[in-house]
């Protein structure tokens, strides 16, 4: 593998050679590398995840034909399990109102709730990780619900969840005084234990962190001192890039910046030692580009859809066994944050009409944006996608995003081997202003059509993003071809 600078032709546009290497040592990315997030009180209404909800379906296999669906977010610790028509509500223990988390409003989820949800999941073709709630819930209950869960979802049911970034926990539902990674764990036992003697064959991910990546290295130096401990698969954070969206700080050139990346790179390498220890996998299994709810004009635009796929890629070549990005209707993640979202504060404040700002989606990062009762792909969901291209493939080791970054330019690339056999190239061209040139260089010998999509729009600031498939094809020669990336434009380059 060899990368040099050709020549940086005025301005506007840099050339650069790339080599790509034949061998398929980097990681392999799993078939259902892509995935969703949910609040788990989207099964309030047990019509949302249903296999009448055409429009949700639709644009579930439009993202991937083999997703994953994450059920957790911060509602998941008011839920309660209701097993019958007439089950009594429980007592509830009490819990404080702070900023950004919800108000103690309970709701129930029943089996109707969860029998849609395995129909949803056949219509799609998606897997779930399942969240119960720790926060508010006991052993017994969660043992129950897991019971009826794991019959009803059968295959589907990758894995549970037990709470929702218990690193937050002291704000609102434990003692700040004394709330640590080893209570925590101690408690996540108890709930793991009763469940996995109700269902032997259980498996879990865990900790489901906000930030604290510190609680997962805690965590896999505890593990080796827990007597038959439960089956734990994944090892498991959250992401979001910053927040609230009144914060001046969450925008365009931060968010699409080398150095955000760079971040992304030191909790991944956290992550993935911590994961080594406990032959578990990581999985980024909530997250997004803006706590709550999303900024509008950052969030919902196409800036977010080159952020996605770089984002996503970056985690696939840290071994992530996937990526969940949070959205959801705008009632359950307003819920999910107190009731409403920083960023309509901001639109009403700038003057926007009630029709303007009904026509941004709710919540601002949603990936799947419902208008009325239909649903559409936002674009953030299409960098998604995009590096969901990659999905069951074997990156090649590469110095690629080095060797970019080293000619100024903002851009990353990554390369892979597909469960095809073919050789694909993905290069994100994040930067506002110059386009690049590249030469690919697929070795001496190497044969082939050359097939190119595009993941564009009009601006970095559009509220639109489209995945092209160019009909032009082309043939290589010597081994070689060229490909142009314009500015705010990603390129997939296959060699079929
Ligand atoms: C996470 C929560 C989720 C929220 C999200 C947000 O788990 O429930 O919707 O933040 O703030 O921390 O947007």
Known sequence: MAAARLHAQGQGKVRIALSISKDATGPHIPIDFVGLSYEVQQLADPSFFSAQNSGLIREFKALSSTGVLRLGGNTSEFAYWKPKPDSSEPEHPQVREVVGEPKAQYYAVTPEAVRNLAEFLQATGWNCIYGIGMGTNTPARAAEEAVFVDETLGDRLQYFQIGNEADLFDHHLRDPKTWSAKMYLEEWLALARAIAVRVPAAKFGMPDVASKASWLTE??????????????????????????????????????????????????????????????????????????????????????????????????????????????????????????????????????????????????????????????????????????????????????????????????????????????????????????????????????????????????????????????????????????????????????
């Open 219 to 496: 965590i896999a130096d505890e593990w080796p001192s827990i007597q038959n401990p439960p089956h734990v698969t994944t090892l498991t954070h959250h992401y979001y890039f910053g927040g609230p969206a009144t914060n001046p700080d969450v925008n365009i050139p931060n968010l699409l910046k080398p150095a955000t990346m760079q971040k992304v790179q030191n909790t991944a390498t956290i992550a993935s030692a911590a994961a080594g220890k406990m032959s578990a996998r990581v999985r980024m299994t909530e997250g997004n580009t803006c706590y709550r709810g999303g900024k509008p004009g950052v969030s919902d635009v196409f800036a977010a859809a080159l952020w996605s796929a770089d984002y996503s890629l970056l985690l696939a070549s840290n071994d992530y066994s996937g990526v969940n990005l949070h959205g959801g209707t705008g009632k359950s993640v307003a819920n999910s944050v107190g009731g409403s979202l920083p960023g309509d504060s901001l639109l009403e404040a700038k003057g926007e009409t009630p029709e303007q700002i009904a026509a941004h989606p709710h919540p601002f990062y949603t990936p799947i944006a419902t208008f009325g009762s239909d649903y559409a792909l936002e674009p953030v969901a299409y960098g998604l996608k995009f590096a969901g291209s990659f999905s069951g493939g074997t990156l090649l080791k590469t110095e690629f995003s080095t060797k970019l970054q080293d000619t100024g330019v903002n851009a990353t690339a990554y390369a892979a081997k597909l469960p095809d056999g073919h050789t694909s190239v993905i290069i994100l061209n994040k930067d506002a202003a110059t386009d690049l040139e590249l030469e690919l260089d697929f070795g001496r010998g190497a044969r082939g059509v050359v097939q190119t999509e595009t993941l564009h729009a009009p601006a970095l600031d559009s509220r639109e993003a489209h995945i092209s498939t160019s009909t032009n094809t082309d043939s290589l020669k010597q081994g070689r071809c060229s490909v142009i990336v314009p500015h705010a434009t990603g390129v997939r380059v296959t060699l079929s």
